[in-house]
C-alpha cells in the first residue's frame, strides 16, 4: 500500500502563488507516474500535471502551461506543485495519485492511489 498526503493549499489572491506537496510513505519502489488533478465543485475531477518517476519528465494540461511547474525530490518521497499567476479558474480542490503499473498520465482511471486533497481557493 501507497499513502498520499497532500498539504500547501489554501486561499490567495489572483495573481498570486503556493507550492503543493504530495508526501508519499509505504511501498514507494516500483511506481510510475505521479500526477496532480483537481476537482472543482459540481465539475468532474480533471489532470493538471504529471511528473516520470526519475523526474525527467513532465506533462501538463494546456491550461496551467507556463504557469504551474511539478517537480520532485525522490530523496524526500515527495511531489511538488509550483503554482504561480494563479486565476479564479483554478480553485478546486487538488489530489495527487501515483501509477502502479503505468498508462496514459492524464487518465484518472490508470491511477491506483490518491491522497484526500487540498483545498486551493483564488480570490478574484
Known amino acids: 500500500q501507497v499513502q498520499l498526503v497532500e498539504s500547501g493549499g489554501g486561499l490567495v489572491q489572483a495573481g498570486g502563488s503556493l507550492r503543493l506537496s504530495c508526501a508519499a510513505s509505504?511501498?514507494?519502489?516500483?511506481?510510475?507516474?505521479t500526477g496532480w488533478f483537481r476537482q472543482a465543485p459540481g465539475e468532474e475531477r480533471t489532470f493538471v500535471a504529471a511528473i516520470s518517476p526519475s523526474g525527467g519528465s513532465t506533462y501538463y494540461t494546456d491550461s496551467v502551461k507556463g504557469r504551474f511547474t511539478i517537480s520532485r525530490d525522490n530523496a524526500k518521497n515527495t511531489v511538488y506543485l509550483q503554482m504561480n499567476s494563479l486565476k479564479p479558474e483554478d480553485t478546486a480542490v487538488y489530489y495527487c495519485?501515483?501509477?502502479?503499473?503505468?498508462?496514459?498520465?492524464?487518465?484518472?482511471?490508470?491511477?491506483?492511489?490518491w491522497g484526500r486533497g487540498t483545498q486551493v481557493t483564488v480570490s478574484s
Open positions: 509505504g511501498r514507494t519502489s516500483r511506481l510510475f507516474n
Open positions: 495519485a501515483i501509477q502502479s503499473y503505468g498508462g496514459r498520465y492524464d487518465d484518472a482511471g490508470r491511477y491506483n492511489y
